[in-house]
Structure formats: C-alpha cells, structure tokens
C-alpha cells in the first residue's frame, strides 16, 4: 500500500511539475523531450514517466510521436478547462491575463446559472446557499480567509447545482481554482470586504424570492467587483469598478470586495 500511495505521489509531481513548465514557458513551444530525461530529471522510472505524459496529453499540453519525441503544444490545444491547466497557470503563467479571461468567461455562465436557480432552486439549496453567506461574513470579520475560501466554494457549488443544468453544474471547478488562486495568491485583504458578503446575500435572497432578473443582476455585480478589485480589466473596462455593484440594487454604500 506505501509503495502504492509513493508511485501515485511520485506522478502528481511529475505531471504539476512538467505540466508549470509548460504554462509558465519554461518548456518552449515545439521543444521536445523524452522520457528517459524526464527520468533523470526527476528521479522516477520510466513508467511512472510514461504515465505522466498521458495526463499530460490529455490536456493537450504534450503529444507523443514515433520517431520524433514528446513535444510541447501550442496553447491553442491546451484543455484551458482543464482545472489543473488553470491552477498552473495561476500559479506560474501570466496571472492577471488568466484571472481577466477567466472573470470573462465566469460571466458567460454564472448569472445566467444564478437565473436558473431562482426558477429552480429547492428549499435545501436555499438553505445552503443562506448558510454560505452567513459563514462568509462571520469569516470575513475574524479574517479567516481559509474558511472563508470554502463557505465562498460551497454558495459558488451550491448555485451551480440549484441551477438544474448539468453543463453549468460541470464548470463548477473552474470557478473553484479561481476562487482559491486568488486566495493563496494573495489577491484578497487581510479582512474581506462586506460589500462581496452583501452582494452574495442579494443574489441568495433574489434566488429565495424566485427573482430571476434580480438574481442574475447581482451575480453580474459579484464578478464585475471580483474582477475590479484584482484590476484585471481595468483598460477594458471604463467604467469604475463601482457601477458593477450598483447594478445590483441593493441601495447599499459602494465599494470594492473580494470575495466571489
């Protein structure tokens, strides 16, 4: 069973480490390697290579070729969805590109996933989502940002599911590798602002009142305030980070959170 758990322990390494060479350009385009060097790089068989480059492949990040090697891939046929692509290149590639695409894409899918839920959410979604924003702003006055990370992932989770689509349900680790890049990247203040607690219980009581306008409106405001306060449209985006939250509704002082 050890030697079982340090082979498995062995290729996740080998894959994070070969998989952040590649995002970060460390492993150029259209370079090629091979797995004995991988091997001797890395201290591990040639197996335990071998099964590092199929997950690597599955991402799109490498293909494999007779007689020519192990090459690095264009970006174009990266798995971007993949959530270890996205932790990799949070963690090492180009941040705020990728946290500015990513708030892009979050706005494809979320407010509309926050539309569903008000037409389709049951009394236990409800309840979840009601508790993850009380944990948020207990959390958010102690600064326990870890703890808030996760109340954070559960009411993201929670929305997904409320919204009854299986496809929107299935993005619900690309939000969660946003949300926790940010945190352990130290994107977020030491205490959170209440302005991103306030805009999750808009869109958690919009859901309860089957507001469909309005919970879709004021998930629009949490992404446009996540986005903002990272600064990662700020030239895309004339207008001030402000109006995001202002289209929420809530009537309540403006500012800058967070915490979506």
């Given at each position: ?14 894959v ?36 590092a480059?199929r ?135 030491t ?6 607690v ?27 305030e ?35």
């Open positions: 069973m050890t030697a079982t758990v340090n082979v498995g322990e062995l290729h996740g390494s080998v994070a480490a070969l998989g952040t060479g590649i995002v970060s350009g460390r492993l150029a385009i259209g370079d090629v390697i091979t797995l004995d060097g991988i091997g001797a790089e890395y201290t591990v068989s040639r197996g335990v290579a071998r099964e480059i997950v690597l492949e599955s991402m799109g990040l490498v293909a494999s070729r007779r007689r020519v090697g192990i090459t690095i891939q264009p970006r174009e046929r990266w798995n971007v969805f993949d959530p270890r692509v996205i932790r990799w290149r949070l963690d090492a590639g180009d941040r705020a590109a990728q946290l500015a695409s990513l708030s892009e894409l979050r706005r494809g899918f979320e407010p509309i996933a926050a539309a569903l839920a008000a037409r389709r959410a049951d009394g236990h979604h409800c309840r979840i989502l009601a508790a993850a924003v009380s944990d948020m702003a207990v959390h958010a006055r102690s600064g326990d940002l870890e703890q808030y990370l996760l109340a954070d992932k559960i009411f993201h989770k929670t929305l997904l599911e409320a919204s009854g689509n299986e496809m929107l349900r299935s993005l619900y680790d690309v939000v969660a590798e946003v949300l926790t890049g940010r945190t352990h990247h130290g994107m977020m203040p205490t959170p602002n209440p302005v991103a306030d805009l999750h219980d808009e869109v958690s009581r919009a859901i309860r009142r089957r507001d469909a306008e309005g919970a879709e409106r004021a998930m629009r405001a949490i992404i446009d996540a986005a903002s306060a990272v600064g990662g449209e700020r030239t895309q985006r004339p207008t001030p980070p402000e109006a995001g939250y202002k289209q929420g509704g809530s009537g309540k002082p403006e500012g800058r959170g967070r915490g979506a």
